[in-house]
């Protein structure tokens, strides 16, 4: 706890301004806890008639914060299927081609099939394309409003066409 409120310190000391003023009176004092800070932190907005937070309700609803959210939804996803695959690739008593014949053997239409698979590689697809983008912001490109919202529709065209080609497979 120490270390984060030296390191909060080392932050305000390298930004403040240099002038005439102190500019100590922003650094929490030492002797204060977290949930003193965080109660002062409350009462101060409750104070101040600010909402506790705002919620996604209250925005109209864009391309680019649909994606940020559907971003994080895919990421959650892949990481948990990844490690229900692995622990169930580690405890089912048969090998992963016993699996594979037993699905074959359903003998399912090949349109319910590339259903399945187009809805297995969509957020793999979705998750990496958009990653790529943020790679992109990450490098100061297309950070306009306009380019985001090409690039957005960008990643949307590539996921569509390379999950139907995957599922194509």
Sequence with gaps: MAALALRGL?????????????????????ATT?????????????????P???HVSIYKWSLPMAMS???????????????VFSVAALLLPEHFPHYLAQLRALSLGPSLLFSAKFLLVLPVCYH???GIRHLAWDLGKGLRLPQVTQSGLLVLALTLLSSAALAAL
């Design 10 to 30: 080392g932050r305000r000391c390298l930004l403040a301004r240099l002038g005439p003023g102190s500019t100590l009176h922003q650094v929490i004092p030492m």
């Design 128 to 130: 990496t394309w958009n």
């Design 34 to 50: 977290a949930r003193e800070e965080m109660q002062r932190f409350w009462d101060r907005n409750a104070r101040a008639g600010r």
């Design 69 to 83: 959210i559907t971003h994080r939804g895919t990421g959650v996803a892949l990481s948990l299927g990844v490690s």
């Design 52 to 54: 506790l937070s705002p």
